[in-house]
């Protein structure tokens, strides 16, 4: 394994031979920063591939799941968060250049499994993340951090859109 690219790997004993198949866990960190909207996988962010890669006739295809960590604003709340998550992949490494650039090379018998995980990474990067499924977000009118207790509003006694529902709502009245 190069220190300094941890994710090339060296693919000639697979090359040409059918049915060959090797197992690798990689682990490094993201080389660049990836972001979607406001969700962001910082350079640097571990980097985990577990992967399969298997002879195929016109290559060798990788599968497997790529596992780091993302940060972002709270969509509910604005504080931040993060979390780990993965995310898996299926792709074909090909011999031969692809011009539509649908499939990753083979570059003196090497793979660049980062570039895969890279790809399946950004497709799944959450768009409106939480910084947990519970949060309770901003108080609409103060602005104030559910999370951190009630606010003043809270103890308000009664909204008046739900009086106006109360008028609407049949009469608990025992009947004679
Ligand atoms: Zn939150
Ligand atoms: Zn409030």
Same mark, same amino acid.
């Given at each position: 394994?190069?220190?300094?690219r941890?994710?090339?790997?060296?693919?000639?004993?697979l090359?040409?031979?059918?049915?060959?198949r090797?197992?690798?866990?990689?682990?490094?960190?993201i080389?660049?920063?990836?972001?979607?909207?406001e969700t962001?996988?910082a350079?640097?962010a571990p980097?985990e591939?577990d992967?399969?890669?298997?002879?195929?006739?016109?290559?060798?295809v990788?599968?497997g799941?790529?596992? *780091? +960590?993302?940060t972002?604003?709270?969509?509910?709340c !604005?504080g931040p968060?993060?979390?780990?998550f993965?995310? $898996?992949?299926?792709?074909?490494?090909?011999?031969?250049?692809d011009?539509?650039g649908?499939?990753?090379?083979?570059?003196?018998?090497?793979?660049?499994l980062?570039?895969?995980?890279?790809?399946?990474?950004?497709?799944?990067?959450?768009?409106?993340?939480?910084?947990?499924e519970?949060?309770r977000?901003?108080?609409p009118?103060?602005?104030?951090?559910?999370?951190?207790?009630?606010?003043?509003?809270? *103890? +308000?006694p009664?909204?008046?859109?739900?009086?106006? !529902?109360?008028v609407l709502?049949?009469?608990?009245?025992? $009947?004679?």
């Amino acid at each position: 394994m190069d220190a300094v690219r941890p994710f090339v790997v060296n693919v000639a004993d697979l090359i040409h031979r059918p049915g060959a198949r090797r197992h690798e866990l990689l682990t490094g960190q993201i080389s660049e920063e990836m972001h979607v909207a406001e969700t962001v996988v910082a350079p640097n962010a571990p980097l985990e591939i577990d992967v399969v890669i298997e002879e195929a006739s016109e290559g060798v295809v990788a599968s497997g799941t790529a596992k *780091t +960590v993302w940060t972002a604003p709270c969509r509910r709340c !604005l504080g931040p968060a993060t979390s780990v998550f993965s995310v $898996e992949f299926q792709e074909l490494y090909s011999h031969h250049v692809d011009p539509e650039g649908e499939t990753y090379p083979i570059r003196h018998q090497t793979i660049d499994l980062e570039l895969v995980a890279r790809e399946a990474i950004l497709l799944d990067l959450p768009l409106a993340p939480l910084c947990s499924e519970a949060c309770r977000g901003l108080c609409p009118s103060c602005g104030a951090d559910l999370n951190d207790g009630p606010c003043p509003c809270a *103890t +308000v006694p009664s909204d008046h859109r739900w009086a106006a !529902l109360n008028v609407l709502l049949p009469t608990t009245e025992p $009947e004679h």
